[in-house]
């Protein structure tokens, strides 16, 4: 059986809220009897209406397990029910129904040598990663790809580049970087010494990604994926 | 639990009727959920079996398959991820009539399906009889696609859909249940969207 924690049904205080974009949420709740997670794990949000309805979807977890409080970056859909009310309707000192961890595949706690490759709000868990391996000083064993249209919708940017991450545009020159996905010469060297290759992203992401790391010779069973389809 | 601080049931959509609990109504948009990556099948070369507690252990070939009786589909799924699909149609053949060709054994209660990837789920015995599991290859009249787990998938649309196994290649007949790959990393056993069997731990 996988040891990753999990925890049950419970309540969590909106104490943080910002709005890094247009597009996206940073929420962070203190969570009635928190469960410590492991990098990568996620949890479900609920939303409940008077009448008993409810609507809830998966988020991944941005914080570190040793943050004391959870947080999660939501990127509002088109005609999301829960992120388009999490942007537009949540405010400070609500509370929300959480139940989590949840996941005990696409989690990193440290101990392998790791490429993670995330698109869009993809990273989402990789900064998770990225924060508990400068926590316990394993940044060594971690690269992190970052993947995004522009740098402005690329979640958690300025922390992904003070840290390391090779970020790489689509739309959008960087430095010498011309726009462009990233290229397998550009891969070869991150994928080197990694034993495990996390992807997470949309679909079409996700797919681009694995061919992308099968080109450079990892082995897809090493692989372990995290994908999203339009869940709003 | 408490309600949600301005949050109405407004935005329901679809018929409401038809969505267990904590579900929403994806329309014809079908997500694409994987733990690991797409693999490139040749449906011609691709086979089924069933074995482990069975009196006749079998394979069946592509050709094998098309050549049972066909059986088909009509109906709505569930993802635990939240979204339902209504009205969908899946053709194969009915799980029911490979097992009355391999012949369970008496002690066989649970059975793992395998995909090719290495992905496993396992169910009970009962919930793939009856008329309920299918392995499909055509989804609305149409091949199914890989994303979508063809050729081979598995069909158990009463139950959540990671039990619906993609690429599926394998039944092996158990007398005990043994945990699957997503029941080993902390979903439920069983997982019936109508009781909202999501995780380990629920009902």
């Given at each position: ?232 | ?49 069933v074995?482990?507690l069975v009196d006749?252990p ?44 391999a012949a369970p ?68 007949l ?30």
């Open positions: 059986m996988s040891d990753a924690p999990t925890g049950p049904w419970t309540t969590g205080r909106l104490v943080e809220l910002d709005r890094p974009s247009d597009r996206l949420v940073r929420l962070r709740f203190d969570v009635e009897n928190q469960v410590e997670h492991l990098p990568g794990q996620h949890y479900v949000l609920r939303l409940r209406a008077e009448d008993g309805y409810t609507a809830q979807r998966s988020y991944s977890v941005a914080s570190e397990p040793a943050d004391p409080l959870l947080e999660l970056m939501v990127e509002c859909l088109p005609g999301g029910e829960v992120s388009g009310f999490m942007h537009d309707v949540a405010e400070q000192g609500d509370i929300f129904e959480l139940r989590g961890p949840i996941g005990g595949w696409f989690t990193w706690a440290g101990e392998v040598t790791a490429v993670c490759v995330g698109g869009g709000s993809g990273v989402v868990p990789l900064i998770s990663m990225l924060r508990h391996a400068r926590r316990i000083g394993a940044t060594d064993r971690l690269r992190v790809v970052a993947v995004a249209r522009t740098l402005e919708e690329l979640p958690y940017a300025q922390e992904l580049l003070e840290h390391g991450a090779f970020v790489a545009l689509t739309r959008e020159n960087r430095g010498d970087r011309i726009a462009h996905p990233p290229y397998p010469d550009e891969m070869a060297p991150l994928v080197a010494a990694a034993e495990t290759a996390y992807v997470c992203g949309s679909v079409g992401f996700a797919s681009f990604a694995t061919r992308l790391l099968g080109e450079v010779g990892v082995r897809s069973s090493s692989i372990r994926v995290e994908q999203f389809g339009a869940t709003g | 639990m408490p309600v949600t601080r301005g949050f109405g049931s407004g935005r329901r959509r679809g018929r409401p009727e038809r969505l267990p609990p904590g579900q929403y109504d994806t329309g014809r948009d079908w997500p694409v959920l994987t733990a690991e990556a797409q693999p490139d099948l040749d449906p011609e070369h691709c086979t089924m079996t074995d482990g006749r079998r394979t069946w070939s592509w050709r094998d398959l098309h050549a049972l009786p066909g059986s088909s589909y009509f109906g709505d799924i569930h993802c635990v991820t939240t979204w339902s699909m209504i009205d969908t149609t899946f053709a194969g053949v009915s799980v029911d009539t490979l097992l009355e060709l054994k008496r002690e066989a209660a649970y059975v793992m399906a395998h995909s090719t990837t290495g992905y496993t789920t396992n169910l009970p015995l009962a919930d793939i009889t009856g008329g309920k599991a299918w392995i499909a290859w055509e989804y609305d009249g149409r091949p199914l696609a890989a994303e979508h787990g063809g050729p081979l998938r598995l069909l158990v649309p009463h139950l959540y859909f990671w039990k619906s196994a993609k690429w599926v290649a394998r039944l092996e158990m007398s005990d249940d043994r945990p699957g790959f997503w029941e080993q990393n902390g979903y439920h056993d069983r997982g019936d969207p109508w009781l909202e069997q999501r995780y380990q731990g629920d009902p």
